[in-house]
């Protein structure tokens, strides 16, 4: 049964503490960012043309995009923050979402998306999701779009943001199921304190934040995540990612690949996603 139905207000996660709030603007500051001109190959075809190299898009009109398949698709943006980077040259935005049939949950669901204008990296969209009681944000690879800044991007836009979107319900089946498994495995201090520096070896984790981790695995700064399981400690690390957007989605990435491991989760189980149509398949940091 949806909020809806039982006349319960809808939870929110809160933006600004996801994303450390530092460096957020208005979102009109965004529409002026000034997009780069197209370039063009310098050899002509067959035809004697240029053919278009670079293909720039506009910070907003990706946001735009982005905001209209979610509303085509039923679902409502709850709350939205901007970031600019790099003299405006880099954007990265964070939503709030929901939808009438998402079943209720103690984690909210944040849409990522990033654009470059300096050829750094591609058009991406991510999905990732945060517990209400903290605002944990972390990022999964079930869904993520990168699309590089070539010819066809304006054409092809549309298509791959409403195709990854679609995928938004497996993807809470999977994080639903994902979190239940954490939740089954208990830990004591010895194997969590392993889990935390083979985190660091797997680069989920730098090692000036070693202590940070076990400080908040020993001592939560929310009562919820008391019990001692895996899902306690996954929260003690995104604790202590909380305000580093940049680094989030290798170090989320790479946190779940470890702790899936552990708890013998196999993602592709329960919802395998991939997004083609000249996506770049590798994931790169936000």
Not at 5 to 23: D, Q, Y
Not at 122 to 133: E, I, Q
Not at 225 to 235: A, E, M
Not at 252 to 261: G, K, R, T, V, Y
């Amino acid at each position: 049964m949806n909020n809806t139905e039982n006349n319960i207000a809808p939870r929110k996660v809160n933006l600004s503490i996801c994303g450390g709030n530092h460096n957020l603007v208005d979102f009109d500051q965004v529409v002026n960012v000034p997009t780069p001109p197209v370039e063009y190959r310098k050899k002509e075809n067959a035809n004697g043309e240029r053919a278009i190299s670079y293909q720039p898009v506009s910070h907003h009109s990706l946001v735009d995009q982005t905001k209209n398949r979610l509303a085509e698709n039923g679902f409502t943006i709850q709350d939205e923050v901007h970031s600019l980077a790099r003299s405006d040259q880099h954007y990265f935005g964070l939503f709030a979402v929901d939808h009438p049939n998402r079943v209720n949950t103690d984690r909210g669901c944040v849409i990522g998306i990033r654009n470059s204008h300096d050829k750094t990296f591609p058009a991406g969209l991510c999905a990732g999701d945060a517990p209400f009681v903290c605002d944990n944000l972390i990022f999964t690879n079930t869904i993520k779009l990168a699309r590089r800044h070539t010819r066809n991007i304006l054409n092809d836009l549309d298509f791959t943001i409403n195709r990854a979107l679609g995928k938004l319900f497996g993807f809470w089946n999977s994080q639903d199921a994902r979190i239940e498994a954490y939740k089954d495995m208990s830990i004591g201090n010895v194997l969590a304190n392993d889990l935390i520096v083979k985190a660091v070896q797997a680069k989920a984790l730098p090692k000036t934040k070693i202590l940070d981790v076990v400080n908040q695995w020993q001592s939560s700064d929310h009562v919820e995540f008391k019990d001692r399981n895996v899902n306690s400690l996954y929260n003690a690390f995104t604790e202590v990612y909380k305000g580093n957007l940049i680094a989030l989605p290798n170090r989320s990435e790479a946190l779940h690949s470890l702790l899936d491991s552990y708890v013998d989760f196999d993602i592709k189980q329960t919802e395998q996603i991939s997004v083609s149509n000249e996506v770049v398949d590798e994931v790169v940091a936000f």
